[in-house]
């Protein structure tokens, strides 16, 4: 059966090492969008909006992939 490139690679997709990258960028592109005088005021500062709230995102995702993590090294340790 043939995955159609729809599998993740556990390495190159870990939540842990690219959300932080991922909300790094997004935190760039909210600083961006406030500078992009084509836009509204008002639309500048809902693309700011919306990037920030996707970083606070990828920033949850981190921390609870993080928690996880631990949890799992903690189980495991207590198994041995």
Do not use: C
């Amino acid at each position: 059966m043939r995955s159609h490139n729809q599998q993740l690679d556990i390495f190159d997709h870990d939540p842990r090492l690219t959300a932080p990258k991922l909300a790094k960028a997004y935190r760039a592109a909210a600083d961006e969008a406030l500078k992009q005088f084509q836009f509204s005021a008002a639309v500048r500062q809902e693309r700011h909006d919306y990037y920030l709230g996707e970083a606070k995102r990828h920033d949850a995702i981190a921390k609870e992939a993080k928690r996880a993590g631990r949890r799992r090294g903690t189980r495991k340790k207590a198994l041995r």
